[in-house]
């Protein structure tokens, strides 16, 4: 048996980024800003004694637990889930692979819509998060920095009037903003101008990463585009070079590459789109990498209006939810790989059939 | 085809774009794959490594380096060399104590050594921020001891200096 039932409730539903209405969100499936913070009277997380780690959680805790407006946030100790609770957090996106797979006291707090969420005792004692559906940046900004004022009241950050907030890497020293977007580009992948498009970001202090990448290397259709420094501009300037230098220029090649596809050959499109969709829909074992696969084709054929009665929003839950943690929690049980294949495939008929795929070509 | 790390099939094939030598093509299995995007996603030590190296390489003598590797925080004990080795500090006071060998490195990283942006309305001076580890380290060791009036007098010394916290140069400046 799993522990810690209540998961099983939470993975029923999912979180608010996911939803798929924000702006340019047929592209930009989320937006993502995190704050690294440190207490002044601890040593960086490498450093501290088991007792140092307990007092920081401790101590975080009862601060966060008298803040106003955060009064129905779920508080997670991570130390004490298993490891399945772990992963099912990590797929969320509500913790790091770092602090699922460390050792000692440490936790995270989440708001019931999922947008916040600080862990305590990662690499840095804080990393505050706010998440958006779409590209939303200014809000996720405006979130982050409100949350953050409110602990500096009572947590004394550590800071240095020359290099800012201090981090425990270097490279987050000074905000310690880091500012992600995560683009869905099957259209630049598939007509594979991809690498072009990024190659000419890079002289720009922004990271490109693909974020999953299937069959061959030209298919990995998530990237995600983040601010590589930290130190010397203001907050409000690094937001900005992602979310309006950046980030729409991404966004109008993937408009214009999607484009091109529909002159180019729309019957084509509208084929391997759809099979795309009845291989989800009638499958009967299916793997993580394929169904992501076709889910990055299907989630293209909706936003180009060949498929309809498909909500994109249901095409980003089924991303998170056909993955290994979320299908064993909708399960209820611990399951193997092949029977995860089968979970899958059942998971996504049953939320797949009553899409045909059969959009008016005219 | 399989996993470049280990003999399962390589499933997942990913270009890292932002490589200086130009897109690097990894091919990986479910497990590893996984394994290196999160650790890509959370730690960018990778970076720390080449801009250390660069730095290194200007102008510093075999000797120099070996004298800084010695070097060693007088708060939380880290050495040049640990910091090196893993890309990450042990406490806020190995900013001010390393920090004329810290400045090449952020040079290199954000090209920048100045923080301009948010500040905290609070903020203990480097200093206190010391003080306030090391007084938690004996404060801990008294404990340990079972001297719990030495432990209840270091917590108030502790709270004098976290409440005073405001009284530094941060707030001197914003009242100015």
């Known amino acids: 048996m799993i522990r810690d039932p209540d998961f099983s409730e939470l993975a029923q539903r999912s979180g608010e980024w996911l939803r798929g209405t924000g702006p340019e969100s047929d592209i930009v499936i989320s937006s993502r800003i995190r704050l690294a913070r440190n207490l002044a009277d601890f040593p960086f997380i490498r ?32 130390e004490q889930l298993s490891e399945i609770d772990r992963q099912f957090l990590v797929e969320r996106q509500l913790i790091s692979r770092e602090i699922a797979d460390a ?17 305590i005792n990662e690499e840095d004692h804080l990393r505050i998060q706010v998440m958006c559906s779409g ?114 220029r991404i966004i109008e090649y993937e408009r214009k590459a999607r484009d091109f596809l529909i002159k180019q050959g729309k019957q084509d499109l509208h084929d391997d789109v759809s099979r795309a969709l009845g291989i989800l829909s009638t499958a009967k074992k299916i793997s993580s990498e394929e169904t992501m696969h076709y889910l990055s084709k299907v989630r293209m054929g909706v936003n180009l209006g060949l498929i309809d009665d498909l909500p994109v929003g249901t095409i980003n839950k089924l991303f998170i939810h056909t993955q290994p943690a979320h299908l064993q929690k909708l399960q209820g049980r611990l399951l193997g790989s092949s029977d995860r294949n089968v979970e899958r495939a059942t998971y996504l008929q049953r939320h797949l059939s009553g899409s045909c795929g059969d959009a008016d070509l005219n | 085809m399989k996993c470049q790390y280990c003999e399962k099939p390589a499933t997942f094939h990913i270009t890292e774009l932002t490589e200086p030598t130009g897109p690097q093509v990894m091919h990986l299995c479910e497990e590893h794959a996984r394994g290196f995007l999160q650790k890509e996603a959370s730690s960018p030590a990778a970076s720390i490594a080449g801009a250390l190296a660069k730095q290194l390489n200007l102008g510093q003598t075999k000797q120099e380096l070996a004298e800084l590797d010695q070097k060693e925080c007088p708060v939380c004990g880290i050495s040049f060399f640990e910091f ?60 340990e001891k ?21 009284s530094d140069e941060t707030q001197q400046e914003d009242q100015a």
């Not at chain 1, 450093?47 to 508080?75: F, G, H, N, P």
């Not at chain 2, 079972?146 to 405001?166: K, M, P, V």
Request: glycine share 6%.
């Open chain 1, 135 to 248: 590209l939303d940046l200014k809000a996720a900004w405006e979130r982050v920095d409100e949350l953050d004022d409110k602990l500096e009241g009572s947590i004394l950050y550590a800071f240095h009037p020359q290099f800012g907030y201090l981090t425990a890497c270097p490279t987050n020293v000074g905000t310690g903003l880091r500012v992600s977007v995560m683009l869905h580009l099957p259209g630049l992948v598939i007509t594979r101008q991809i690498e072009k498009v990024f190659r000419s970001m890079q002289r720009i202090n922004v990271t490109v990463r693909g974020l999953y990448g299937e069959g061959s290397q030209y298919t990995g259709d998530f990237y995600q585009v983040s601010n590589q420094i930290t130190l010397g501009h203001r907050e409000e300037d690094l937001v900005s070079l992602v979310g309006e230098d950046v980030v729409p």
């Open chain 1, 47 to 78: 450093r501290c004694s088991d007792e140092d780690r307990i007092s920081i959680e401790r101590s975080v805790r009862a601060k966060m637990d008298s803040l106003e407006d955060w009064k129905d946030i779920r508080y997670i100790d991570i």
């Open chain 1, 103 to 119: 050792d000692g006291s440490r936790a995270v707090a989440v708001d019931p819509r999922e947008q916040y969420s600080v862990m």
């Open chain 2, 146 to 166: 079972e001297d719990y009036e030495r432990a209840s007098e270091i917590r108030d010394q502790l709270q004098i200096i976290e409440q005073s916290g405001g």
């Open chain 2, 84 to 143: 090196r080795n893993t890309g990450r500090l042990g406490c806020p006071y190995d900013y001010t104590h390393f920090s004329s060998d810290l400045i090449p490195l952020l040079t290199s990283i954000h090209d920048a050594v100045e923080h301009t942006g948010k500040r905290p309305c609070r903020a203990a001076a480097a200093d206190s921020q010391a003080q306030m580890i090391q007084l938690r380290r004996e404060m801990e060791e008294a404990v």
